[in-house]
Antibody, heavy 122, light 113 residues
Framework: QVQLQQSGPGLVKPSQTLSLTCAIS??????????WSWIRQSPSRGLEWLGR?????????DFAPSVKSRITITPDTSKNQFSLHLSSVTPEDTAIYFC????????????WGPGTLVTVSS | DIVMTQSPDSLAVSLGERATINCKSS????????????LTWYQQKPGQPPKVLIY???TRESGVPDRFSGSGSGTDFTLTISSLQAEDVAIYYC?????????FGQGTKLEIK
């Protein structure tokens, strides 16, 4: 059974970088069939897919245009986890952030992490 | 990006009655090479992440009650709850995984009348 556990600060100051980590159990971040995503949810933007990373013969990444200039997703095979870094945050980046696995050989998101509320405020 | 539009935004249905939620995509999510619709339905309850109900537009996830069904193809899809139970109160989302960026509908809030 795949489980995801999120960690990271719940408060970030404007203009700083938001960083969250998602630890994976029951699967591998370097799986050659799954992918690993970050999604956020806010009242104003609803559910917003931010990006994904996956390994086939090399690491690949896809990002949503809305955050493409500010986002990095970093896999860590030694710790079997992946991280989200979102730079230059503003209060509009306040949201619940979820990590999720992209179902192998498919595309829906399952399972999801429990979510982390991140507030951007000075 | 593919835009997903759900209707209605909210819905109140009596216990035991049918609930129907619609989802329309701005372009087809039917992949011609495998004839599959790259669309899923999630259920989200307060304080929880979304949970998969239906994938490939009409395949019920293991453990999901058979009162939940999905239908549609191409750009128009429907989630139906045949006989509403109290535990079905939630927000329902459709999502396309045809191509990145994956996109979600705005959600439909389902309540008991």
């Amino acid at each position: 059974q795949v489980q995801l556990q999120q960690s990271g600060p719940g408060l970030v100051k404007p203009s700083q970088t938001l960083s969250l980590t998602c630890a994976i159990s029951g699967d591998s971040v370097a799986s050659k069939s799954a992918a690993w995503s970050w999604i956020r949810q806010s009242p104003s933007r609803g559910l917003e897919w931010l990006g994904r990373t996956y390994y086939r013969s090399k690491w690949s990444y896809d990002f949503a245009p809305s955050v493409k200039s500010r986002i990095t997703i970093t896999p860590d095979t030694s710790k079997n986890q992946f991280s989200l870094h979102l730079s230059s945050v503003t209060p509009e980046d306040t949201a619940i952030y979820f990590c999720a696995r992209v179902k192998p050989l498919a595309g829906w998101l399952d399972p999801w992490g429990p979510g982390t509320l991140v507030t951007v405020s000075s | 990006d593919i835009v997903m539009t759900q209707s209605p935004d909210s819905l109140a249905v009596s216990l035991g009655e049918r609930a129907t939620i619609n989802c329309k995509s701005s372009q087809t999510v039917l992949y011609s090479s495998d004839n599959k619709n790259y669309l899923t339905w999630y259920q989200q309850k307060p304080g929880q992440p979304p949970k998969v109900l239906i994938y490939w537009a009409s395949t019920r996830e293991s453990g999901v009650p058979d009162r939940f069904s999905g239908s549609g193809s191409g750009t128009d899809f429907t989630l139906t709850i045949s006989s509403l139970q109290a535990e079905d109160v939630a927000i329902y989302y459709c999502q396309q995984y045809y191509n990145a960026p994956y996109t979600f509908g705005q959600g439909t809030k389902l309540e008991i009348k």
